[in-house]
């Protein structure tokens, strides 16, 4: 095996607001892994697979931009990382192609998120979000990316990623893309709807109450916290009390994940607690975290000139790493003038 750059490849869809669902199964992570010193981070906006459903063209705009302004409160810093918008990196699109031609059927077929949200009109989904995995792939192999931190709900995504990268390099008898490792830790890989906690939280969820928002101020967070649904007993002192308890495990597990503990450490200290209490002390404890960022946000959407700026440099950044991938791909392929 080849040895690869170790290098973080991530993304997030504009297609809404940021929710603490990205904000705890994703962005805190990316934040860590640029910190840590230890791979080349590539944060991007993936605009192109946002409009895999319909997207208004002046919101989806204005959500790339809060979405940059979210990266950055967060603490992505982009003298540090390199943060761009999908669209402006041709090769994202290019590659997708020649794995379109690499996929299977089949394998699409079986992904669950296209099931989920073609739902029964699939006939009348878009082609592209049948094709969502094949683009999602390119992504990451166009940096060559060892690492991808994720939520829980794109692990299936990235085993797919590691079947084309496979199935590219046996088909052209080559050693060229890595089998990256999907990177899913922590106490809130999945966060719940807070409307009901078999669904996950979701920014395209029609109900705004199942989520909180990054943008959110205070005393909606409250608000949404106190109303979120909940069963009547008192919080267990073990986790195994939460099992058949997906509401009460779930709020635990974002208090958890906020005060960056275990769900066993939530317990000892809450065990007991009826919700009446726990809710006001987690509604505090997400405000003083989430307060911040969307302030912050705020103050960047402020200049959009400069989030422009942004965005153009990590592009050029992102085409150094990936035009030449490309290139190569094609070579491989047997594209003439590659
Ligand atoms: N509820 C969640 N819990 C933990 N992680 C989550 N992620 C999303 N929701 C949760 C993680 O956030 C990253 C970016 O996700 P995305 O925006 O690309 O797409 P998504 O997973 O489809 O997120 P949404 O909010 O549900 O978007 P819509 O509603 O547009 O489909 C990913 O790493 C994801 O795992």
Not at 319 to 338: F, H, Q
Request: glycine fraction near 6%.
């Amino acid at each position: 095996m080849a040895a690869f750059t170790p290098r973080v490849f991530s993304g997030i869809q504009p297609s809404g607001g940021l929710t603490l669902g990205n904000y705890l199964g994703a962005m805190k992570r990316f934040v860590t892994m640029q910190d840590e010193g230890k791979f080349e981070t590539v944060y991007c906006m993936v605009d192109l697979h946002a409009i895999t459903v319909w997207q208004d063209p002046a919101a989806l705009t204005r959500a790339t931009r809060e979405l940059c302004a979210g990266f950055i409160a967060a603490g992505i810093d982009p003298s540090k990382s390199i943060l761009f918008n999908q669209s402006q990196v041709a090769e994202h699109a290019q590659l997708a192609w020649i794995f379109n031609c690499v996929a299977r059927m089949g394998w699409m077929q079986r992904m669950t998120q296209w099931k989920d949200k073609a739902g029964k009109n699939s006939q009348n989904a878009s082609l592209g979000l049948f094709a969502y995995p094949a683009l999602m792939a390119a992504d990451i192999l166009v940096y060559h990316a060892t690492h991808v931190p994720v939520g829980e709900d794109q692990k299936q995504h990235l085993e797919l990623t590691r079947d084309i990268a496979i199935k590219f390099n046996n088909d052209f008898g080559v050693d060229f893309f890595p089998e990256t490792e999907p990177v899913i830790e922590g106490a809130a890989t999945r966060v719940m709807s807070l409307r009901d906690g078999s669904k996950k939280m979701s920014k395209s969820d029609p109900s705004d109450m199942s989520r909180i928002n990054l943008t959110d101020d205070a005393d909606t967070i409250a608000q949404k916290i106190r109303k979120a649904r909940t069963d009547p007993e008192a919080l267990p002192s073990e986790v195994d009390g939460l099992d058949e308890r997906p509401e009460a495990r779930n709020l635990v597990n974002i208090y958890a994940a906020l005060s960056e503990t275990t769900p066993e450490a939530v317990l000892a200290d809450h065990g007991g607690s009826q919700f009446s209490a726990f809710k006001p002390a987690l509604a505090d404890l997400a405000v003083d975290k989430l307060a911040p960022i969307s302030t912050e946000m705020s103050r960047l959407m402020e200049d959009p000139a400069e989030i422009d700026r942004i965005l153009a440099q990590g592009a050029a950044q992102a085409r150094e790493i990936a035009a030449p991938v490309l290139k190569k791909t094609y070579e491989i392929v047997g594209m003439v003038g590659a």
